[in-house]
């Protein structure tokens, strides 16, 4: 079984390739744990991934699971897997 890696508190910015170009996100940890996750750049389409609606979709399944290994939303691959690349690339950053 894999060590569980503690995150250093802080915010940390991290960026991917989603549908049409760079998703950008800030990832706050607070207690070695995510706390937040807010979008700073979202260029992808509205109608396949809303970033108030599916980002938000996202964003909790990432908070609650303490991790990126989530689903990502059915119909918008590419931007689902951009989002959770951004995160990662954020956390990255925290270990």
Do not use: H, P, W
């Amino acid at each position: 079984m894999a060590e569980k890696v503690l995150l250093k508190d802080g915010t940390y910015s991290g960026e991917a390739m989603g549908n049409n170009g760079t998703i950008a996100v800030e990832v706050t940890v607070e207690e070695g744990q995510i706390s937040d996750i807010v979008f700073s750049k979202f260029v992808d389409d509205k109608e396949c991934f809303d970033e108030d609606k599916e980002g938000k979709e996202m964003i909790n399944r990432v908070l609650e699971k303490g991790s990126t290994d989530v689903d990502g939303i059915s119909g918008a691959t590419y931007s689902s897997d951009g989002f959770l690349d951004a995160v990662d690339n954020a956390l990255d950053k925290a270990k």
